[in-house]
Nanobody
Framework: QVQLVESGGGLVQPGGSLRLSCETSGYTLEYYAIAWFRQAPGREREGVSAISTSDGRTYYADSVKGRFTISRDNPRARNTVYLQMSSLQPEDTAVYYC????????????????????WGQGTQVTVSS
């Protein structure tokens, strides 16, 4: 079955960087788009970024444009998507989730939570001095 496993979260000081990884299994990476969402305490889950696995188009929330970069890696059997986060601020503190299960041709609606079928367990990112 489809599985997503996030890693790379942690505690970082304001202005610092982290790289999150989402390792996928149970399906062919090119079948679905992949996205990163985040959820802070008391807030709704929000879209951070997404990537089309068919043509590489990327999408970002306005709040992270210029600071975060989504990318994919598909060497042989290892299918991983990354989220490189730079210039982190306290407001970036959240649990970060990767998601898949949306067809690539529907990716224009990438920031709609209910459109994503499969989710990872999340990884905590805390930005604090």
């Amino acid at each position: 079955q489809v599985q997503l496993v996030e890693s790379g979260g942690g505690l970082v000081q304001p202005g610092g960087s982290l790289r999150l990884s989402c390792e996928t299994s149970g399906y062919t990476l090119e079948y679905y788009a992949i996205a990163w969402f985040r959820q802070a305490p008391g807030r709704e889950r929000e879209g951070v970024s997404a990537i089309s696995t068919s043509d590489g188009r990327t999408y970002y929330a306005d709040s992270v444009k210029g600071r975060f970069t989504i990318s994919r890696d598909n060497p042989r059997a290892r299918n991983t998507v990354y989220l490189q986060m730079s210039s982190l601020q306290p407001e970036d503190t959240a649990v970060y989730y990767c998601a898949t299960g949306m067809r690539n041709d529907l990716i224009q609606a990438w920031d709609t939570v209910r459109r994503w079928r499969y989710w990872g367990q999340g990884t905590q990112v805390t930005v604090s001095s």
